[in-house]
């Protein structure tokens, strides 16, 4: 069975919020959707509440999904979900940084690649 990972897209008004990572190398310093493993015996809205107040600081209510898994590895499978901001003040606990964007800054932006597969949707979402 694969594993989950999840990834939230936190928007607000036209904006979205993205994460720079810091690791691993290959991906350090690549812009991505915030978020994490499921953990054994956890749901994934469960699990993205519990990554993104590790990560930012913040709660969320998990809502919609958005586009289709993504494939990593043979093992590993990526789905991301809509969520709203309910409390708390965004802070990078761990990322490089943390930053708005708008639907016209989404493809200049140095994706993970496994992120790039919902842009045309975030972008749709976001008004352009």
Same mark, same amino acid.
């Given at each position: 069975?694969?594993?989950?990972?999840?990834?939230? /897209?936190?928007?607000?008004?036209?904006?979205?919020?993205?994460?720079?990572?810091? #690791?691993? &190398?290959?991906?350090?310093?690549?812009?991505?959707? &915030?978020?994490?493993?499921?953990? &054994?015996?956890?749901?994934? /809205?469960?699990?993205?509440?519990?990554?993104?107040?590790?990560?930012?600081?913040?709660?969320?209510?998990v809502?919609? #999904?958005?586009?289709?898994?993504?494939?990593?590895?043979?093992?590993?499978?990526?789905?991301?979900?809509?969520?709203?901001?309910?409390?708390?003040?965004?802070?990078?606990?761990?990322?490089?940084?943390l #930053?708005?964007?708008?639907?016209?800054?989404? /493809?200049?932006?140095?994706w993970?690649?496994?992120? #790039?597969?919902?842009?045309?949707?975030?972008?749709?979402?976001?008004?352009?």
């Open positions: 069975m694969s594993q989950i990972v999840v990834a939230g /897209a936190l928007i607000s008004g036209a904006t979205l919020l993205v994460a720079q990572r810091q #690791r691993p &190398p290959e991906l350090a310093g690549l812009w991505e959707l &915030p978020g994490g493993k499921v953990a &054994p015996g956890e749901n994934e /809205a469960d699990a993205l509440v519990r990554e993104l107040r590790e990560e930012l600081g913040v709660d969320v209510v809502g919609e #999904r958005v586009g289709a898994d993504v494939p990593i590895s043979e093992s590993l499978v990526l789905r991301a979900y809509l969520v709203t901001h309910t409390g708390g003040a965004l802070h990078p606990h761990d990322h490089r940084a #930053r708005w964007v708008t639907a016209s800054d989404l /493809a200049a932006l140095d993970v690649p496994a992120d #790039r597969a919902w842009l045309p949707e975030l972008a749709k979402r976001l008004g352009a």
